[in-house]
């Protein structure tokens, strides 16, 4: 039997103008957890928020914190995110040339360990650390940018990685990131996807609430 999907809008769309009404949505919604994008214009070319800004969100969100620092040296701010009250610390496998050593960091600081691949990073990479992470992120646009174009190429990724996880027992979650929708869930889904990521999708919807309760009930 599938696994339920698990639903994580993406605040780097929400209303800067009206944040708190528009966490109040998400926090009535069936959403179950806030993606939150760090960005430092180094690693990706956009600067999103920095660390007072994700306070005040950690305050008002009733959802975990599923935090993905697109960032150069991420382990620098491993204690940052644990002050945030992070459940999730997503970091890129292209960022950290010391990945195990950061995984065992995020663990050790008691938080969950992602790591996301870009676009043109292979799922391959990961065979010698998929038993270790609780999650694998897959960009499926180029990271650094809201509202772009879904990759198709992400949904062979997902097959490859739910194989992977299969072949070597690991646990880790699947989640998809970029260009999430109602028209390219189903077949992100269907290809073995856990966790969908949307931003503009349910940030810009007319039904903020409606569009999570139909994202999280696909088929």
Known sequence: MKNEILIS?????????????????????????LHIDIMD?????????GF????????????????HLMIVQPEKFIREVKDLGAM????HFEACPHLHRVVQQIKEAGMKAGVTLNPATPVSMLADI???VDMVLLMSVNPGFGGQKFIPHTLKKVRELRELITATGSH????????????????LIEAGADVLVAGNA??????MIGTIH?????K
Not at 10 to 28: C, E, T, Y
Not at 53 to 65: C, N, Q
């Open 41 to 49: 214009g180094v690693f990706v070319p956009n600067i999103s928020f």
């Open 9 to 33: 809008p993406s605040l780097l769309s929400a209303d800067f103008g009206n944040l708190k009404a528009d966490l109040d949505k998400i926090n009535a919604s069936e959403a179950d957890w």
């Open 88 to 91: 999730m610390m997503n970091v």
């Open 130 to 132: 998929i038993e270790e």
């Open 202 to 207: 349910v940030f810009k919807a007319d039904d």
């Open 172 to 187: 880790a979650l699947i989640e998809v990131h970029g260009g999430v929708n109602l028209q390219t869930a189903p077949s």
């Open 52 to 67: 007072p800004v994700l306070k005040y969100v950690a305050e008002l969100s009733k959802k975990p914190l599923d935090v």
């Open 214 to 218: 139909q994202l999280k009930n696909m």
